[in-house]
């Protein structure tokens, strides 16, 4: 009678739990195991495994029409009589609302909106040469994330213009994805470039788009099929730039503009399978890029800045490159593997070509519109990694690149004046060079640990890079490291570097007389050899050390670099660069974190600049000064070598507060000061000031849920930030400059500027 009663309460308990479940919207029954905390709260029953496990997890079991008329029996929780399951009580009858089958899953919602002023002096802006920063409402993150036990869609969109455009400088995402099948993406890019700086009242901008679709099919177990499609188009109105100064002298930006339009759109097709095993992975890919130009007639340019400089350019025609990759792995042993990857590519048509023309009277006929392309390049790569010992790992590294052009040679072409606009100044020529150049590097690198607390990796690389028609036909680098990385004390470890690099070749110095006609009107410097290829040697140290407890964390790292070019007449001469970064973080107490940095940049540079020459450069044979005679240069910058210093700091300071479960709050201070140095110059100085506060409060921990008639909330956030950034820099257009120089090609506008950042943010999760 007691086993009786007993299994009888059982069963009420069972049923009476199953049904309060479909009453809050869950399964009554589940296929899979229960997650542990779901198991603590009691709101289900792990189940046995059954039978039927392989068939979709996460599907909810309810009564269904054909119940009891098959083999197949539904399993029953446990302590449940088989027997007893035709007498199961409160089983559905006519009148009462049999509830539909709810898919159970997890969705968080993260929405940002976010206000923007912008306080800009004259107008222009260091930060409006790389984005727009449009004032007012925008979306700056939404998020939508859905997430069942099969299946998964997420959605993201970042910098969303809504009264202005859809999408400005940011992507919007979707994507959705059947655990085991199948995968899907779809996106969209867009990217201002709006070159702020511009000396002109012309639009020197342009707009990148970019749209891909992206599948990936799983028909079976290890082996996939994936596709891709992406489209990228391009449009505005791109400067030919001139080399300037801007904060880091080493580095040349877009000052003075001469607008050239662009228009053009490339498609790339690709269409790969996967297959993978225990031991062997292989990818199989093929791809089309097709490029499209949208400008079909010559397009005029103009510098406004030099009277006469004027020209136009008709642009490259359609034109398809075809690539074939295949990437071969394999595992030997548990402790072996090798990784290879061939890539082939080819262009596949003949192109259109037209260079540049010049002002009136100094470029010829020109009848030559069409070459017939004959581009091929072929990558192949080779990784052996293994353990001999168990404490020592081995990679060996191998890699060739092969690029071969035969594409027939222009003859004949007209020359391209320079951007001054005068028809005495140096001319280049516009005669395309198809070189021919490979390179071969091989490396073996390994991971020793000698001890629990201490471990060496070393390696050494050497790469050979051959060309054809260049001043450098071999070149020859060869490259060393050793680290040391150590755990001194419990909560001491230092990590201690050396790197050796050491890169040369033989020049052709007869190389830019051979390829400039002398019988033309052409003139070129022997010394604007590519500098780039000159020979170097470089020095670089490293150390840092890390020391940390529960409350306390230390870290310093320091480097030194010293490089030399000993054969370099234009550009680089020496190149010598030292930082020092320091950082701290202190937990005061459970709830607050107090964090601090600073990093110290200093790089010296003693450098000859490509567009100067030497009047006193003394010809080794003739021993005569080599421009002495020469008028072309007079209207020309005049020369100087000299040392140029850059200096940057960085201070940031901030704390991150939990006031309590709900409420947190986040602040954070950045300075960054950037100063350059030299002789001939005047100092170019900046400063950035940055702003940040961020809050937010947790709304589902004030109560035990906060639920909805169809939606119960497992997380509710509200949260607001404020970001200002304020920028002041030296405003000058290089007035003071010495007499014996010209500002005819230097210039800077960059004034000062503020841009203030309000958000708000939710995020939503349920």
């Not at 899907?184 to 867009?190: A, I, W, Y």
């Not at 400059?737 to 010209?742: A, G, M, R, V």
Request: proline content about 5%; glycine content about 6%; charged content about 25%.
């Amino acid at each position: 009678m007691k086993s009786i009663f007993l299994i009888v309460f059982l069963i009420l308990i069972a049923v009476n739990a199953a049904f309060s479940q479909v009453e809050d919207g869950q399964a009554p029954l589940q296929l899979a195991p229960v997650p542990e905390e779901e198991e603590k709260k009691g709101d289900a029953t792990p189940l046995p495994p059954t039978e039927e496990e392989g068939k979709e997890v996460g599907a909810p079991l309810l009564p269904e029409e054909n119940e009891g008329k098959g083999d197949a029996q539904q399993p029953l929780p446990p302590g449940v009589d088989e027997e007893k399951e035709e007498v199961l009580p409160l089983t559905p009858i006519e009148g009462i609302q049999v509830p539909q089958p709810i898919i159970s899953g997890d969705i968080k919602l993260e929405f940002t909106p976010g206000y923007q002023t912008v306080e800009l002096d004259n107008g222009y802006s260091k930060a409006a040469e790389y984005r727009y920063l449009p004032e007012g409402p925008y979306i700056e993150y939404f998020s939508l994330n859905y997430e069942s036990q099969s299946q998964e869609f997420t959605g993201e969109v970042k910098r969303s213009y809504f009264l202005t455009n859809i999408i400005d400088d940011g992507y919007w995402n979707l994507g959705y994805r059947r655990y085991g099948l199948l995968d899907v993406g779809v996106g969209l890019s867009r990217f201002p470039h709006d070159y702020g700086a511009s000396s002109s009242d012309d639009d020197v901008s342009t707009q990148r788009d970019l749209h891909n679709f992206m599948v990936k099919f799983t028909p079976r177990d290890r082996f996939i099929i994936f596709t891709n499609l992406s489209v990228e188009d391009k449009k505005g109105n791109s400067p030919l730039t001139v080399e300037n100064f801007t904060s880091n002298l080493y580095n040349s930006t877009a000052i003075y503009e001469i607008p050239e339009q662009i228009d053009y759109t490339t498609t790339t097709i690709e269409l790969g399978i996967e297959y993978f095993d225990d031991p062997i992975f292989l990818q199989l890919s093929n791809s089309l890029q097709i490029f499209s130009n949208n400008i079909t007639e010559e397009v005029p340019w103009n510098n406004i800045s030099i009277e006469g400089a004027t020209g136009s350019v008709k642009g490259v025609e359609d034109y398809i490159v075809h690539t074939l990759v295949v990437r071969p792995s394999i595992r030997f042993t548990e402790n072996t593997r090798l990784e290879n990857t061939v890539s082939y590519s080819k262009v596949t048509n003949s192109i259109g070509l037209i260079p540049l023309t010049t002002v009136s009277g100094v470029s010829g006929e020109f009848t030559k519109d069409t070459i017939d392309s004959d581009v091929r390049n072929l990558t192949i790569s080779s990784l052996l990694s293994t353990r001999p010992l168990p404490d020592l790992r081995v990679n060996i590294k191998y890699r060739t690149f092969s690029f071969k052009n035969d594409t027939p040679k222009i003859e004949d072409t007209p020359s391209y004046v320079m951007i001054d606009g005068s028809t005495d100044a140096i001319r280049y020529p516009r005669i395309p060079r198809y070189t021919d150049y490979s390179t071969k590097s091989i490396g073996f690198d390994g991971a020793w640990s000698l001890t629990h607390r201490l471990m060496i990796d070393a390696g050494i690389e050497e790469k050979i890079t051959l060309r054809e028609e260049r001043e450098v036909e071999k070149e020859k680098e060869d490259r060393l490291f050793i680290s040391l990385n150590s755990t001194i004390l419990d909560n001491l470890s230092g990590r201690f570097g050396y790197t050796y690099t050491t890169r040369g070749g033989d020049y052709n110095h007869s190389y830019y007389e051979d390829i400039y006609d002398p019988e033309t009107d052409v003139t070129q410097h022997t010394q604007l050899r590519v500098f780039d290829l000159s020979n170097l040697n470089s020095n670089k140290i490293t150390a840092n050390l890390d020391y940390s407890t529960n409350n306390l964390g230390l870290g310093a790292a320091v480097s030194y670099e010293i490089n030399e070019y000993p054969d370099s007449e234009i550009g680089r001469q020496a190149y010598n660069a030292e930082s020092i970064s320091i950082y701290a973080n202190y937990l005061l107490f459970q709830s607050l974190n107090l964090y601090s940095e600073y990093f110290y940049d200093n790089r010296e540079m003693e450098s000859k600049y490509s567009w100067t020459y030497d009047s006193g450069l003394i010809d080794p044979e003739t021993n005569v000064p080599i421009y002495s005679q020469d008028v072309i240069y007079l209207d020309f910058i005049a020369p100087y070598s000299e040392t140029i210093k850059d200096i940057t700091d960085v201070y940031v300071i901030g704390f991150d507060y939990d006031l309590s479960q709900r409420i947190s709050i986040r602040g954070k201070y950045s300075k960054y000061y950037s100063k350059a140095m030299s002789i001939n110059l005047p100092d170019i100085s900046s400063e950035t000031d940055i702003y940040e506060l961020k809050a937010s409060y947790k709304l589902t921990g004030a109560y035990n849920s906060l639920s909805c008639p169809f939606i119960s909330f497992k997380e509710l956030r509200i949260g607001t930030g404020f970001y200002t950034e304020i920028y002041r820099r030296d405003n000058y257009a290089m007035d003071n400059i010495p007499e014996t120089y010209t500002d005819e090609f230097l210039g800077i506008l960059d004034p000062e500027y503020r841009l203030n950042i309000f958000t708000i943010s939710l995020t939503f999760n349920f």
